[in-house]
């Protein structure tokens, strides 16, 4: 398997844009994608679409070619790639395997999300959990990352406002960051004092629903070589793993098997150990999975994930900034769409073009995506190359 | 829920049918075509045990549309005597009343009304065992 490169990378803004459809914020995060990819994007010869649900959202299945077509790309292979919310994280899998076997020299990765069309948000993103034998019984995605959270506080001790404080951190990165939704500060106050969705978890320690779409361009090294004119970003790892769909089939309901999984495998693959890394982009699509993914990445020991945000350790300028783009909290979470803007956030970080919420000597980034309760979950790992 | 998908659960929502490995010895619940342990395909039925213990519980307050009455309402991870665990509500106590290791089991009831298909859906939830 050969090397492959980032060559380009775009996203929309994030947030309730009611008057872009799902074709219009797709082909406007992969145009932005294609022209930071200068004139390789001509060479473009494949993409992968990840999105949950665009047919519980908008209706509309077999996106592939839709995409394809308005991107004015036919006849490219086209495919959509689901894993619930990270469809996103396993698009960009498949692209870097297609470069890396050697089958394309550019492909695009990306994923849509078009969510405030109307549709009932709280049951299709439900449907990523067992409908039989989780959703059957009235619990909602909330509610099992709330049963989570009990039991991560019980066995811990991690506490309310360790929760509250992932979401005051993200929201506080994401103030800088001018795509995202919700580019304001909050305070562990008003996360307490939000309103209850599912006990311990109250509206500020949820992401928001959120139309988007992000993109990248993955090339070979010749492909990456000729194109030029930024600082080369290699995929270091791309992996990807399974846990049990229904979260009460886990031994430990406080870990992500499948994140220590995939972790396991990605470090391998790029040769390095946790603390090598010097900026992650994971899923915190609530407070509690940001704590319980650290763990599960090995950024610290089971049940120590909650001191350490509270120390402030997560944030930017801190020993393991994590989230600087502001997280699906703040940021965002189109569903499909958010693995993918986790590589578009780690390249600017190891370009040095992030401006306000640059990371200080970013060179090796990590970002995790998981779909359901973490039963799907995708990590990569990219490497600036000077 | 269509009526074709909500008949095939009944066995596991009414009467809690699973399937036991004959190869390790595990339950599963639903009942699997082949063991996630062993890779036995060799399975006996067997019925699981009312009582059990909560592991973990949250009193949903948005709910999703066909629960839109009841809320606010607990939904617990529910460990059963035999180390089987499942979903389902907690009903007929506060939540005050609820902590880890609570002792509770499994009853009858009606889990839910589908307007579009017109049935009433039934299954188990579970309630304090009290003394």
């Known amino acids: 398997m050969r090397d492959v490169y980032v060559i380009g990378v775009g996203m929309t803004r994030f947030g309730e844009l009611w008057e872009s459809s799902l074709r219009d914020l797709f082909v406007e995060a992969a145009l932005a994608a294609l022209d930071d990819a200068g004139n390789a994007g001509e060479h473009l010869s494949s993409m992968y679409v990840g999105c949950m649900s665009s047919g519980l959202f908008v209706g509309q299945e077999h996106i592939g070619p839709q995409l394809a077509d308005y991107l004015g790309r036919i006849p490219i292979p086209a495919t959509r790639v689901e894993t619930a919310c990270a469809s996103g994280g396993a698009a960009v899998l498949h692209a870097c395997l297609e470069v890396a076997a050697g089958v394309s020299e550019v492909v695009l990765a990306g994923g849509v999300e078009k969510m405030t069309d109307g549709a009932d948000v709280t049951s299709a993103l439900a449907t990523a959990a067992d409908q039989e034998y989780e959703a059957y019984h009235g619990v909602t995605f909330p509610g099992l990352y709330a049963l989570m959270a009990r039991a991560h506080m019980h066995r811990y001790g991690t506490t309310r406002e360790q929760l509250a404080r992932v979401a005051v951190k993200n929201h506080k990165h994401g103030a800088l960051n001018p795509k995202a939704q919700y580019p304001f500060e909050i305070t562990v106050e008003q996360v307490l004092n939000s309103s209850r969705v599912a006990d311990p978890l109250r509206l500020l320690d949820c992401s928001p629903v959120t139309d988007g779409a992000a993109a990248v361009i993955l090339a070979s090294e010749e492909a990456a070589r000729r194109a030029g004119s930024h600082p080369l970003i290699r995929v270091a790892a791309s992996a990807q793993a399974t846990g049990t769909i229904a979260l009460h089939s886990r031994a430990d309901i406080t870990r992500l098997d499948a994140v220590e999984q995939a972790a396991k495998e990605a470090y391998r693959q790029a040769g390095i150990t946790p603390d090598k890394v010097d900026v992650s982009e994971v899923h915190d699509c609530f407070t509690i999975a940001e704590l319980c993914v650290m763990e599960a990445l090995g950024y610290t020991e089971a049940g120590k994930s909650g001191p350490l945000a509270e120390a402030g350790e997560t944030n930017i300028g801190g020993r393991m900034p994590i989230n600087p783009s502001g997280g699906l909290k703040a940021k965002g979470h189109p569903v499909g769409a958010s693995g993918a803007a986790q590589i578009v956030e780690l390249v600017h970080q190891l370009r040095g073009e992030a401006d306000g919420r640059q990371v200080e000597n970013a060179r090796i980034g990590l970002a995790q995506s998981m779909g359901g309760t973490g039963a799907s979950c995708t990590v990569h790992i990219l490497e600036g190359v000077s | ?131």
């Not at chain 2, 699973?18 to 699997?32: I, N, Q, Y």
């Not at chain 2, 948005?62 to 606010?72: G, I, R, S, T």
């Not at chain 2, 607990?74 to 902590?99: F, H, K, M, N, S």
């Open chain 2, 1 to 131: 829920m269509r009526s074709p998908q909500y008949t095939r659960e009944i066995p596991q929502r009414y009467r809690l049918e699973a399937g036991k490995c004959t190869g390790c010895g595990k339950v599963h619940f639903p009942p699997r075509l082949i063991c996630d342990a062993c890779r036995c395909r060799e399975f006996e039925d067997t019925t699981l045990p009312r009582e059990g213990k909560i592991l973990t519980w949250t009193v949903i307050y948005v709910p999703p549309p066909n629960f839109d009455l009841e809320a606010p309402y607990v939904v617990a991870i529910v460990e059963l005597e035999g180390g089987v665990r499942l979903t389902c509500q907690v009903v007929d106590c506060g939540p005050e009343e609820l902590a880890v290791d609570v002792p509770v089991e499994l009853v009858f009831r009606r889990i839910q009304e589908d307007s579009q298909a017109d049935i009433i859906q039934y299954g188990y939830k579970a309630v304090l065992k009290r003394e």
